[in-house]
C-alpha cells in the first residue's frame, strides 16, 4: 500500500468520526442504575448538573486514572464456614425505614411499636450511637441532611445535586455517599505502525457518579479513588476501608474496594450481577444483593472477595421467583433486615446471619403503610441498637 494511499485511509477515517459526533453518535451509555425518585416532590426537579460543594470548601479535582495500589485489604482467602446461629427471644433496637425514595422516612421499634414519621427523604441510616440519622433528598436543597433520632435539628451537611445511599462512617466523624458528576470519555484513535494515530472521535462529556465522604464536623468533601460509575458505599468495621457498587466504561464489573485517603483502590468480584454490598460490624463478611437470572437474592461472602454463598432462594418451579432486596445487618452482626415481595407485596423480613429462620417482621407497619422499592438499589431500611 503506497504512502499516499494510507493517508487517505486515515483522512477517510478521521472524516467519519466528525460525521459520527455530528450526527449525534455516543458512546454507549453508564448503566442504568440511577433514576430520579418514583415519588415526585413537591418542588419541580431540575436537570441535574455537577455537583455543588460546600461554599466553604471547593470540590476536590475529578478523578484521575488509579495508579496501582499500594495498600490493600488482606488477599482472598478460602471460603469461611457460614456463622452458627443463634436464636433469639425477640429483636432488640430500633429500625429506620423510607416507605418510597423520596417519600417518608420513619422511625419504629423492632417489636413494631412506636411508629413516628421523622421527615421525607431517602435511604436513611442510622449514626453508630442511635441519636441521628442521615438521608438524602431530591429537592431543592438538595443534599446530604442530619437529623436527630426524634425528628429534631434537621441539617442539611452537603449540597450536592442528586446524592444518593448516605453511610456513616462507624466511629461518626464521617458519611460516605455516591453522586453525580461529569466526566471525558477516553478518545478513539486508529493508528498505524509506522504512519501515527489519527483521533477519530474526539473525547465527550459523560455522565459518571462517583464516591464522595464528607466530614460530620465541618463539611469537608474528600473524593477517593473510585470507579467512573461507583454506587452504594458501606464502611469496614475499622473505618479505613470502603466496599462499592463499580465499573468503567466498557469495563463493567462487581464489587470494589477503596479508601478515603491514598490510590488504594481494587476490584473485589468480577461478577456484573454482583450489587448494594452491606459490611458486617464485625468486619468479617459482606453481604449484597445478586441478581440471579430474573429476580434478586441476597448473598454474603468474606471480606477479602473469597467465598460466597446464598442467604435466601427460592424453587425454579415458582412461576414467579419472589426478589429479597436491600439488605441491614443488625448492631451485634447476628441477623438480618430485608425487604421482600415473597408475600405478593413488599414487606419487611428477618433472619439469622446464616440465612435461617426467616420470618416475616413489622405486619402491623406493612398493613399501614405501602412500602415501594424501585429496583435502583436503594436503602430501604437501617438497624440501630
Given amino acids: 500500500m503506497s504512502k499516499l494511499r494510507v493517508v487517505t485511509w486515515m483522512v477517510s477515517l478521521l472524516m467519519m468520526g466528525v460525521l459520527l459526533v455530528g450526527c449525534g453518535q455516543q458512546p454507549a451509555v453508564e448503566p442504568t442504575m440511577v433514576r430520579l425518585p418514583t415519588t415526585t416532590p413537591t418542588t419541580a426537579i431540575p436537570t441535574p448538573t455537577l455537583t455543588p460543594t460546600p461554599t466553604s470548601t471547593p470540590l476536590p479535582p475529578a478523578s484521575t486514572p488509579t495508579p496501582t495500589p499500594t495498600s490493600l485489604p488482606p488477599s482472598p482467602s478460602p471460603r469461611p464456614q457460614p456463622p452458627t446461629a443463634t436464636p433469639t427471644p425477640g429483636l432488640q433496637g430500633r429500625f429506620v ?8 422516612i420513619y422511625t419504629v421499634n423492632t417489636d413494631g411499636s412506636n411508629l413516628t414519621r421523622l421527615t421525607d427523604g431517602m435511604d436513611p441510616s442510622w449514626s453508630p450511637d442511635g441519636r441521628q440519622i442521615t438521608f438524602s433528598r431530591w429537592r431543592s436543597p438538595w443534599g446530604i441532611y442530619t437529623i436527630n433520632a426524634d425528628g429534631s435539628d434537621e441539617r442539611l451537611l452537603l449540597s450536592s445535586n442528586v446524592a444518593r445511599t448516605p453511610i456513616w462512617s462507624p466511629d461518626g466523624s464521617q458519611i460516605a455517599f455516591y453522586f453525580e458528576t461529569e466526566g471525558w470519555t477516553a478518545p478513539l484513535k486508529a493508528c498505524i505502525e509506522g504512519y501515527g494515530c489519527i483521533v477519530v472521535i474526539p473525547p465527550q462529556l459523560q455522565t459518571e457518579w462517583h464516591l464522595g465522604v464528607v466530614d ?25 476501608w470502603i466496599v462499592y457498587d463499580g465499573g468503567d466504561h466498557g469495563s463493567l464489573h462487581g464489587l470494589s474496594v477503596t479508601s478515603v485517603e491514598g490510590p488504594n483502590n481494587r476490584i473485589l468480584t468480577e461478577n456484573v450481577h454482583d450489587h448494594f454490598p452491606v459490611w458486617s460490624p464485625d468486619g468479617a463478611l459482606i453481604a449484597f444483593m445478586h441478581w440471579q437470572h430474573d429476580h434478586w437474592e441476597i448473598y454474603v461472602m468474606n471480606a477479602s472477595g473469597g467465598g460466597r454463598w446464598a442467604l435466601t432462594s427460592s424453587s425454579a418451579l415458582l412461576e414467579r421467583r419472589p426478589n429479597n432486596v436491600s439488605p441491614a445487618w443488625s448492631p451485634d452482626g447476628g441477623q438480618i433486615v430485608f425487604l421482600s415481595d415473597r408475600g405478593g407485596k413488599w414487606e419487611f423480613y428477618v433472619m439469622n446471619a446464616d440465612g435461617s429462620n426467616q420470618r416475616k417482621i413489622l405486619e402491623g407497619v406493612t398493613e399501614r403503610l405501602n412500602i415501594q422499592y424501585d429496583g435502583v438499589n436503594e436503602r430501604v431500611i437501617s438497624w440501630a441498637r
Fill in 216 to 240: 460530620v464536623a465541618d463539611g469537608y468533601l474528600h473524593q477517593p479513588y473510585n470507579d467512573r460509575f461507583s454506587f452504594s458505599p458501606s464502611w469496614s468495621a475499622d473505618g479505613e
Fill in 97 to 104: 425505614f423510607q416507605v418510597a425514595s423520596g417519600g417518608d
